[in-house]
């Protein structure tokens, strides 16, 4: 399933990529291409104006001297005197040409009003250079021409030069080739790069969910396992009932186990879905903490577990916090100090304040915890001791204990304890002017 999410999305940005810098590659081009016309067209009235100067300061005008001209600049000349064609002509010129050079001359009469009547005030020279298509075969090409009148002491010269540019395509401008070869390189190394960010971006998803299969494959192991007692408890108090009181309290026990477990799952659910309420209010952090340890009090002298509990003997000072989500994090860190010391350990428990933090902390002598597994315990659905057999845990105590403290802009973290244990630190923001709120 995430394997095909990525293929698909790796694909989908390597199509949104291409298109985008396709998109400007094409844009580039087309402006460079423009720029190339541009450039072009100018060279050619450069080249158009110097060759007018020239006839106006030549008195003869000889066949060498106007067929260096075309050959050195690649031109196409016509010279009419008074309408007549003067004796030089091109030996390439054909009808098509011919009539390319009357379709130039009407041009610069309909479009430019440029005619012999333009030298008639006294004006000696009078040019105008455009753009014109040639079509040839289904073929259309275009053409730089340009259309000038000379006046003289005799007579008018219409002259008329028309130049096809030879423009390179793509693939024989190397500005173009280069374009092209840097587009194809950056769509390469994108494609590659979203190939390892989607990757990377899914993989919490890919282990977000396999984490959930697990922990739904150990919930259906821990639902069954009471299911079958609650049942083999109740056929045993047909047949044995005698033995009612003994069945009753293994009922009991089993079904406990099943509410905690469908406790944590909704209150998993509910973080989820953002319906965890926290109504904050300014209470008394010290307290709130003395009740809980005292919870735990029957628990650590059951197992023979030196329990100890350090605060400020003299304090007024209050927490803006959720009180019952508070303790519930609390509860969390006892019962879990409790659960994994061993008998005859030691648990600590203490509370810190400096002007703008409360610190928790609850430390055991219990077996501490992996430095691998420091980070994911806080994850939901894990649990770093595959092994053990407490059934009254089911890795999910931790998980819930950081999103209510993120729920109160606080932080929970574990490092190990002097005694060899762990020891879990709760940051809890020192806010008290704030105002009562409501999150859902």
Known sequence: MF????????????????????????VLLFLLHQNEELTSF?????TVSELYQ???????????????????????????????????RQNQVDADVELLFTQAQETALNEFAISELSVADGSSLVHKE????????????????????ISTNYSVLCITAIRFPVLQDIWTNSLYRSVIMITLC????????????????????????????NFFADASHELRSPLAVLISSLSAMESCPGQKKEFLQTIKKESLRMQRLVNDMFTLASLDNGKIAIHKKDVCLYTLFLETYEKFEAAAIHKNIFLEISIPEESDAM????????TQVFTILFDNAVSYTPEGGHILAAVFESHDKFTITVSDSGPGIPDDAKEKIFSRFYRYDQSRTDKNHFGLGLSIAKEIMELHDGTISVQDSAEGGAEFIVVLPANTNSKQISIH
Request: a negative charge; glycine letters at 4%; charged letters at 20%.
């Open 54 to 88: 020239d006839f106006t300061g030549e008195v003869t005008l000889s066949h060498s001297w106007l067929d260096e001209v075309c050959l050195s600049n690649d031109l196409i000349i016509s010279v009419l005197d008074n309408g007549e064609p003067l004796l030089y």
């Open 319 to 326: 927490a803006y916090c959720d009180p019952e989500r508070l």
């Open 42 to 46: 100018q060279d050619f009235e450069e």
């Open 130 to 149: 455009f753009q014109m298509n040639k079509s040839s075969e289904g073929i259309s090409r275009s053409c730089q021409t340009s259309v000038a009148y």
């Open 186 to 213: 950056a769509i390469f190394l994108l494609s590659l790069l979203s190939f390892f960010l989607i990757r990377h971006l899914v993989r919490p998803l890919e282990e977000g969910h396999k984490r959930q299969i």
């Open 3 to 26: 394997r095909k999410l990525r293929i698909k999305m790796t694909l989908f940005c390597i199509l949104i990529i291409s298109l985008i810098l396709l998109s400007m590659t094409a």
